[in-house]
């Protein structure tokens, strides 16, 4: 009696514990996070469809979804910004309840103070902060493969079948998210065939119940498309040919090893190879932990028969990775604790993850700040405190809101008249084209022009370098913004006058 009190009470203390990380993780991801929609190139073509009640189905559905009905049932405003701000909040709590299965599932291997460690360390890491504040699926992905492992986990340990249909739930979701989620379907398919060796015919029957949970699942989540099958075969094709844009898939067409090492930090991986180290070492039957590392490895080599170069792909991999590490730490500790019995090992470990979190938190502290302050708004404010009433401000197309935008156009009207490039300020031809236009002024995204000037060997835009070389040479640099960590939100704006 008294050791299930006892049990309970450790359970309610790891679940009140996991809340408190879950909340005061929200608050910090939902911090700032109203900066306008079209910052992002992706998120207009998003809000569009929410609005709309259109569907390109170039993703599936959950994020779209999911924010759809949120609005709706919380009765926003339907505009562009509005409707952003309720799918960044989605992002925000699907990154914050992804990081309480990260600290439950740490926990069972290195003990309560473990796996909030480990939910902190994840939880605070810049890539998942930052992605977190964006109306992108990476943080409803991320939600799913971390559950799964959880409910897999503790089907592994307690065979029931109620787990088993959670983890079928929860790979749904990861492939509700993006495409590549079905890596975790596949993953989970491997681990209960595993670990229902013994008995071949509820291999089949255990089988049958995960795919039917997650096809449910999928099927709830991303009806429409189920009831448009041809154009949703369509647009998903369209995106997987988007992908393949530079020619055919090979290994290493991106290579993310050297982003795994900045993004996780050497000290990272040196606790991802204690955790290995010690898991041979250990030679108990761990198929989580071995499913863990060939999900990773997956998903690894999958990226890199893609072009695609983004940080935020790298999310479930950065978090397991974190989560292993911490494991890893603890099991050397109770290593080195049966041969000096002394030793303090929570102070030690917490002192470590201490450590780790100092390698990068500075940049999470920095994406922070750089969400809090918005400069094209300073911009906005100094054209309209400096230059004259009869300025003609000519600029590329991101810097000020679509003509149909909802929600923002206040924060960026002028009393000066704008011209608008159709992408980029090259488009404009030249120096003698703009003042027969009348423009007295030409602002410029740094973001592009900056690597045109520095001679870069990739640049990102089809944009003709000799018009920025002009610009920078005929025109008056008069206000300069510099490019910062987020891109997205500080690109590098140029304010140049016309001689």
Not at 310 to 332: C, M, N, Q, S
Not at 431 to 438: F, P, S, V
């Given at each position: ?246 020619g055919t898939a090979h290994l290493f067409q991106t290579n993310y090893l050297p982003k795994v090492v900045r993004r996780a930090g050497v000290p990272m991986l040196i606790a991802l190879g204690v955790f290995v180290w010690r898991l041979i070492m250990r030679g108990r039957r761990a198929v989580i932990e071995w499913a ?208």
């Amino acid at each position: 009696m008294t050791n299930d009190h006892s049990r309970r009470a450790r359970a309610g203390a790891a679940w009140l514990l996991c809340g408190g990380l879950c909340v005061a993780l929200l608050w910090f991801y939902t911090a700032h996070n109203s900066y306008p929609f079209f910052y992002h190139t992706d998120v207009p073509a998003k809000v569009r469809q929410v609005i709309d009640g259109t569907r390109n189905f170039h993703h599936p559905l959950l994020l779209i979804t999911a924010t759809d009905l949120i609005s709706r049932l919380i009765g926003s405003d339907r505009t562009d910004q509005h409707v952003v701000v309720v799918g960044r909040w989605f992002s925000a709590s699907c990154a914050a309840l992804a990081m309480i299965a990260v600290a439950l599932l740490v926990m069972r291997r290195a003990g309560l103070p473990g796996g909030i460690a480990a939910g902190v360390l994840a939880g605070v890491h810049p890539v998942i902060f930052q992605s977190a504040h964006e109306m992108k699926e990476d943080c409803a992905v991320l939600l799913g493969i971390v559950w799964a492992f959880y409910a897999l986990d503790v089907f592994c340990v307690r065979e029931q079948r109620s787990a088993l249909v959670a983890a079928g739930v929860a790979c749904g979701v990861a492939v509700s998210a993006k495409y590549i989620g079905v890596l975790i379907l596949i993953t989970a398919a491997v681990v209960v065939a595993i670990q229902s060796q013994r008995a071949r015919d509820n291999v089949i029957t255990r089988l049958f119940v995960l795919f039917a949970a997650a096809a449910v699942t999928f099927a709830l989540i991303n009806f429409q498309a189920l009831l448009h099958p041809a154009s949703a075969f369509t647009a998903a094709a369209s995106e997987f040919e988007h992908m393949r844009y530079i020619g055919t898939a090979h290994l290493f067409q991106t290579n993310y090893l050297p982003k795994v090492v900045r993004r996780a930090g050497v000290p990272m991986l040196i606790a991802l190879g204690v955790f290995v180290w010690r898991l041979i070492m250990r030679g108990r039957r761990a198929v989580i932990e071995w499913a863990i590392l060939g999900f990773g490895a997956a998903w690894m080599c999958a990226l890199s028969f893609t072009p695609l170069s983004k940080d935020r792909y790298l999310i479930p991999i950065l978090t397991l990775f974190i989560a292993l590490g911490v494991v890893g730490l603890r099991w050397l500790l109770e290593w080195s604790g049966a041969r000096m019995p002394r030793l303090p090992q929570l102070s030690i470990l917490l002192v470590c993850c201490a450590g780790l979190a100092a390698v990068y938190l500075p940049k999470t502290f920095a994406a922070e700040g750089e969400f809090s302050i918005d400069s094209r708004k300073r911009m906005i404010a100094w054209i309209r405190q400096t230059l004259p009433a009869d300025a003609i401000v000519a600029h590329e197309w991101r810097i000020w809101p679509p003509a149909d935008a909802t929600g923002v156009n206040g924060d960026f009207s002028i009393p000066q008249k704008r011209i608008e490039a159709p992408r980029f300020a090259s488009d404009f031809k030249s120096i003698e084209n703009l003042r027969a236009l009348g423009a007295t002024h030409v602002v410029v995204l740094g973001k592009f022009y900056r690597d045109l000037l520095e001679g870069a060997e990739v640049v990102p835009v089809r944009a003709d370098p000799e018009f920025y070389w002009a610009l920078n040479e005929r025109a008056k640099l008069v206000w300069q913004a510099e490019r910062g960590q987020n891109l997205y939100i500080h690109p590098g704006l140029a304010v140049y006058q016309l001689q």
